[in-house]
């Protein structure tokens, strides 16, 4: 009896998890993502220049940011804040590089890291897009 009492407890043991980190991360939907963006065109022609971001409205769960990184390299991230349930105040603006949060915690995101900005609590980074080089200045954005 005390063999199965100990192995019972062995396997409540593992199968619980003090990390509720991974339950806090899905506020934001796993939506489907394609679109394609002409830097050629106005509303993205700063991402030509590092350190630049402009907005896509209409896909993702909150738009999508993209950032210029480097001279070879664009991210795309969801402009939803992760770390919220979505609303109207969870939607990100850009300021500079970084992104902030208009909910009331003011949450604050490095738009070339994704990374949470001097609010270690926060568990849930930018929910990344992949961006692809497909010629003649066009990019596409998908997940």
Known sequence: MKKYLVLG??????????????????FLLNVGVNATINLNLP??????NTGNS????????????ITRVNSTTLRAWDAADPNHPFSSCSILTINGVNAICGCEDGNEYNLITGQVIGQNDQPCTLKEYRVEFVGNNQYVISN
């Not at 407890?9 to 980190?21: K, M, P, Q, W, Y």
């Not at 509303?43 to 030509?48: G, M, N, R, Y």
């Not at 402009?54 to 940011?65: E, F, K, P, V």
């Open 9 to 26: 407890l062995i396997v409540l043991a593992l199968g619980c998890s003090n990390n509720d980190n991974l339950n806090n991360c899905n």
């Open 54 to 65: 402009a907005r896509l409205d209409g896909q993702g769960n909150g738009g999508i940011i």
């Open 43 to 48: 509303q993205f022609s700063q991402l030509i």
